[in-house]
Nanobody
């Protein structure tokens, strides 16, 4: 089992920034591609960003490209999502997920492990 715990969510004004963290434990973190997804009220969960297991490839949803950045610190078994220029439409519960030996999938069904989520609220 790989346990994932997100943190760093909160309330921020439009145009502000947040950095989400996802701490992993239980298995070899470096073997996993790590993704971030989000679910807004009344909507389906959607892909946000992914970092391949070797760390050399990133993919972003068009809605967050050039505003969000995903990164990982293997020494700390942690993946981050830096979010800048936040908009009210970024309001959602953000989830991190892990996909073994992933080269960077945007598909939910490819991910084996999920965190419990952290709430991000962007006020206008």
């Amino acid at each position: 089992q790989l346990a994932l715990v997100e943190s760093g969510g909160g309330l921020v004004q439009a145009g502000g920034s947040l950095r989400l963290s996802c701490a992993a434990s239980g298995r070899t973190f470096s073997n996993y591609g790590m993704g971030w997804f989000r679910q807004a009220p009344g909507k389906e969960r959607e892909f946000v960003a992914v970092l391949s297991w070797r760390g050399g490839r990133t993919t972003y949803a068009d809605s967050v490209k050039d505003r969000f950045a995903i990164s990982r610190d293997s020494a700390k078994n942690t993946v981050y999502l830096r979010m800048d220029s936040l908009k009210p439409e970024d309001t959602a519960v953000y989830y991190c997920a892990a996909d073994l030996f992933s080269t960077g999938s945007p598909r939910e069904r490819d991910y084996e492990y999920w965190g419990q989520g952290t709430q991000v609220t962007v006020s206008s």
